[in-house]
């Protein structure tokens, strides 16, 4: 017989000592924070020791804290291993859940090369700005984010880089555009976040008023309405790569912003282990340092504007 505290104790010990904090793992678990408080001292009176340093509101793990985190969060990743490889869900699709702005202009349209090379492997797509926990509604989740999610894996997609852009028609129509202080005489077409134009003026030194122009919640939108001529765009340039190259938008200057947020691949630790979401995530890293490795260095390089 293996000697062992309560299931129930060790798990709500491992999501509190990952986040340092009783209300985040309470909100993982599902659970009350009264309950993870109570649940990690009965662990702690189990084992005959303290396992966080409380002071106040503030968390820390002491020294053997840290060592049974360690040793606990990989017992648990191999359980999860374990028992996905024993359901081997291989009756149901790789179910994906990506934003809509990344699925609708960089990934469907390279979709067909993903089925060509896997014809066998079965699909269902969500599209969705809402954050994915990593439960299991999903397998895989493309999201925009610093790359911390709590509890998951996050694989680098893509950085993202920004830059105007308008449709060839309004850049010849409006000689202006030729110098960044143009931007002052056009309409400006805002994503979000809005910040976005004020940290570009301040790079260009020029002054931007952040009230004129039109709002989108959605960065597909954005470049759309770009293309179609209702002004100027802080495109995204990954997903505006493709209408770039087909010339339905320009870029006006050489100069590209970098985006704090990146696109990111995440998903569970146990869902490495699925052959499918394994040979799709080889695919979309593939497929994002071919078509966006040219892009980023041209962003790098572009440190003077026409």
Not at 77 to 99: C, F, S, Y
Not at 232 to 253: H, I, P, W, Y
Not at 284 to 303: I, Y
Request: aromatic letters at 8%.
């Amino acid at each position: 017989m293996r000697r062992l505290p309560p299931m129930s104790a060790m798990r709500a010990f491992e999501s509190a000592a990952r986040h340092l904090s009783f209300t985040r793992a309470a909100a993982e678990l599902c659970v009350t924070q009264a309950a993870v408080s109570h649940q990690v001292r009965q662990l702690e009176q189990w084992l005959g020791r303290s396992l966080f340093l409380r002071r106040g509101h503030t968390l820390a793990l002491t020294h053997k804290g840290r060592a049974y985190l360690d040793e606990l969060s990989l017992a648990f990743d191999r359980m999860a291993a374990a028992t996905e490889q024993v359901r081997e869900r291989k009756d149901g699709p790789l179910r994906i859940t990506a934003l809509p702005s990344f699925a609708s202009r960089w990934l469907l349209p390279r979709l067909p090369t993903f089925r060509a090379r896997h014809p066998d492997i079965e699909i269902k797509f969500s599209s969705s700005v809402q954050l994915w926990s990593g439960d299991d509604e999903f397998d895989l989740g493309i999201r925009s984010g610093l790359g911390r999610w709590p509890g998951l894996k996050a694989d680098l997609i893509a950085r993202e880089y920004l830059s105007p852009v308008c449709s060839p028609t309004l850049r010849q129509e409006q000689s202006v555009l030729a110098q960044p202080a143009g931007l002052t005489s056009v309409m400006l077409l805002h994503d979000e976040p809005r910040a976005a134009w004020r940290h570009w003026g301040e790079l260009t030194g020029v002054s931007l008023d952040l009230d004129r122009g039109v709002q989108f919640s959605d960065a597909a939108l954005v470049l759309q309405a770009a293309a179609d001529g209702l002004g100027v765009a802080l495109g995204r340039l990954m997903l505006a790569a493709d209408d770039l190259r087909a010339g339905r938008l320009v870029q006006l200057f050489d100069l590209a912003l970098p985006n704090d947020f990146s696109y990111w691949l995440v998903y569970a630790h146990a869902t490495a282990q699925r052959p499918e979401a394994a040979a799709f995530r080889a695919w979309l890293l593939e497929a994002a340092h071919e078509h966006t490795g040219k892009t980023a260095r041209q962003a790098r390089a572009g440190t003077t504007l026409n």
